[in-house]
């Protein structure tokens, strides 16, 4: 089978680690890929929003399946205009299209769609510049700290938790005037603030079918004990020990079920991924919001937990048959730290060289490149904010936590930063 795989971070590096090892790929394309991911396939200069290019690939190159690895394409359609042409129209893809995107593509669209599917959600209300002012209103009826969302894509740094009320006045005018985001925040979504213990809960659908596959806790901000301002991602932990069989019951049942029938019941015909940000208030789940693929750092820690065949499920989601896929997941534990460079998630500098990369592992772990470019000389060079993640495999979460900083510390470039407290809060939990 020939495959072509979109997107060049942590998350594609991992779904081409998975695909390769699958009997059933032929042949391996990943659009643009990095460093890592041209050890596993062919690397080929097609951005991942140049629909045309993408579509002449895959009738040039006989493509059996596509699978689409970040957001902003699925949000452009690519998926409809894909179908819209004979020529394409047949090739399977995993990733929803237009429609079904907008769960991630619009937190006002999400929050509707909660409402509407009686998913349990925080209570919220959605703003514009014309409506600033009754913004400020709402404000002031609000618990503290407020949250604000942009309602657009803003590459997971459009969430911002205030604590006073001129914290929230002022960054709600920012984004809404000054445009913060761009045209992320030209809506803004205000919501109460939720308690409790955060996770990540991945689901795998053909739109009628569903497998919810091993959960994850990441870890968002980029300084320890969360301080310091959003990233797109510094680690993760797999499984989480707070979401136990009562828990993730209460998901499946209030959540994941009410999300795919409400998908059918509007009519999206919704093929892919569902990453379903939630909160563990008090024993309860609530959606803080929907991502429509694969999260990035969580793929990292939750792939090498899947035992069955990857490539079977990706069929199986495409094609519509997920009722025949049986998955097998291990009771391995599982921990990937983000090193990143100086500076990042603000200004930071590319193109510094990564040293200790040929350096034999001292225990299991593997690394997946995320903002990283081969140079001409042979070398690995920095080419991103997040550079690499490096997953640790333990029969316990303290092994896989070890495993993957003795890793780590293996690796070394000029400024780079990471946390050196993934999963120590599990941990002082007693797990």
Not at 12 to 34: D, M, Q, R, T, Y
Not at 59 to 88: I, M, W, Y
Not at 117 to 129: D, L, M, Q, R, V
Not at 281 to 296: C, S
């Amino acid at each position: 089978m020939n495959i072509l795989l979109l997107g060049s971070g942590g998350r594609e590096h991992a779904f081409a680690w998975k695909i390769n090892k699958s009997a059933h790929c032929k042949k391996l394309w990943v659009a643009p890929g990095n460093a890592g991911t041209q050890a596993l396939g062919q690397n080929i200069p097609i951005a991942v929003n140049d629909f045309p290019a993408i579509s002449n690939f895959c009738q040039e190159q006989a493509v059996h399946l596509l699978v689409v690895g970040p957001e902003e394409p699925l949000v452009n359609g690519l998926r409809d205009f894909l179908a819209a042409d004979p020529k394409t129209a047949g090739i399977p893809v995993v990733g929803p299209g237009k429609a079904g995107a907008q769960l991630e593509g619009s937190k006002d669209f999400s929050k509707e769609f909660m409402k509407e599917n009686g998913i349990p959600t925080a209570s919220y209300a959605t703003f514009t510049e014309e409506s600033l002012q009754e913004g400020i209103n709402y404000l002031k009826t609000q618990n503290l700290p407020i949250v604000l969302k942009a309602d657009g894509l803003a590459a997971g740094k459009g969430v911002l938790i205030c604590p006073s009320l001129s914290e929230a006045e002022a960054n709600l005018k920012e984004m809404l005037v000054g445009h913060k985001f761009g045209e992320a925040s030209s809506k803004v979504v205000v919501e109460t603030f939720l308690e409790g213990i955060e996770l990540s809960v991945f689901v795998a659908t053909d739109g009628d079918n569903y497998k919810i596959l091993p959960e994850a806790k990441d870890y968002k901000r980029i300084g320890e004990k969360d301080t310091g301002p959003n990233t797109g991602g510094m680690g993760a932990i797999s499984p989480v020990p707070f979401a136990d069989a009562d828990f993730m019951k209460k998901v499946e049942e209030k959540v994941v079920q009410p999300t795919i029938k409400g998908l059918r019941r509007a009519g999206i015909d919704f093929r892919g991924f569902l990453f379903i940000g939630l909160m563990n208030m008090k024993g309860e789940p609530y959606v803080i919001e929907y991502n429509v693929r694969m999260g990035d750092p969580e793929t990292q820690a939750v792939l090498p937990r899947i035992e069955s065949d990857f490539v079977e499920l990706l069929q199986a989601i495409a094609e519509k048959r997920l009722n025949q896929y049986t998955l097998q997941t291990a009771s391995t534990k599982t921990a990937t730290v983000v090193m990143v460079a100086g500076g990042y998630p603000g200004v930071y500098e590319k193109g510094k060289i990564i040293s200790g990369l040929e350096k034999q592992a001292l225990n299991q772990t593997i690394t997946f490149h995320a903002g990283t470019k081969p140079t001409p000389s042979g070398e690995v060079a920095t080419n991103g904010g997040r550079v690499l993640g490096i997953t640790g495999i333990g029969e316990t979460t303290e092994e896989a936590i070890e495993s993957a900083y003795e890793r780590v510390n293996q690796i070394s470039w000029e400024m780079v930063n990471f946390r050196k407290d993934i999963g120590q809060d599990i941990l002082e939990l007693g797990n």
